[in-house]
């Protein structure tokens, strides 16, 4: 079962950043937090993860909070193309990616 | 680099017949994962294979389906006598040795549709 608890769909107006929030309380000190999300139709696609630090790349910025039951997603500049399922995972094992049900982020034009 | 393919990208079978899902993995990655993802549904991991070996199949149906990752050639996911709940998104993705889950790259998917 998903280690993870986001809400179910959310709304950010173009131009404007998102930020998508996930709560992960059970995780462990050795378990990292990993953001995948799921364009229609598509296949899922990685987008970053973090252990403790705050993690920036170029598609997004991660932010662990210091205990580490929380984190949030931030797309700095939301465009349409933005739109899709957003999925928190947390893991630790070299195994299998276990998908919840994520966040449908709708960017509204 | 080629990314996962995955093919056919569509697929439709009647009920009874046997489906035949192909993914060939990126350069470079030995390590294959399948998930299914039904209608409306999240993706549920099925089955995780390294070149000729099953790792971990404890999200596959015990029954008409099964997977290969021959030495040569893509993996395979194989379901005998279809029926209609059988109709999902299937992905495929790959991986280097001792991946992390972000280094999980997913394939665009074999949409089966069983009449």
């Known amino acids: 079962d998903a280690k993870t608890t986001q809400p179910t769909s959310m709304d950010c107006a173009e131009g404007r950043a998102a930020n998508l929030p996930c709560n992960h309380s059970t995780i462990s000190g050795n378990e990292y937090v990993y953001w995948y999300r799921q364009i229609h139709s598509q296949g899922p696609q990685y987008i970053i993860h973090?252990?403790?630090n705050n993690e920036t790349n170029e598609m997004a910025s991660l932010i662990i909070t210091e205990d580490r039951k929380s984190s949030t997603l931030i797309l700095p500049h939301a465009t349409l193309r933005d739109t899709a399922v957003y999925y928190c995972i947390v893991e630790t094992s070299y195994d299998k990616v276990i998908f919840g049900p994520g966040t449908s982020l709708s960017v509204i034009p | 680099n080629a990314g996962v393919m995955q093919n056919p990208r569509h697929l439709v079978r009647r009920r009874g017949q046997e489906a035949r899902l192909r993914c060939s993995p990126m350069k470079g990655h030995s390590h294959v994962y399948w998930y299914r993802q039904l209608p409306e549904e999240g993706l549920k991991f099925m089955v995780y294979?390294?070149?000729?070996?099953?790792?971990?199949e404890s999200g596959m149906p015990k029954e008409r389906f099964s997977a290969e990752f021959p030495k040569e050639g893509p993996s395979i996911l194989r379901i005998q006598q279809v029926v209609r709940g059988d109709s999902a998104a299937y992905f495929c993705a790959s991986s280097p040795p001792l991946a992390g889950a972000n280094e999980q790259y997913f394939g665009p998917g074999t949409r089966l549709t069983v009449t």
């Open positions: 294979l390294q070149k000729e070996n099953i790792i971990d």
């Open positions: 973090g252990l403790k």
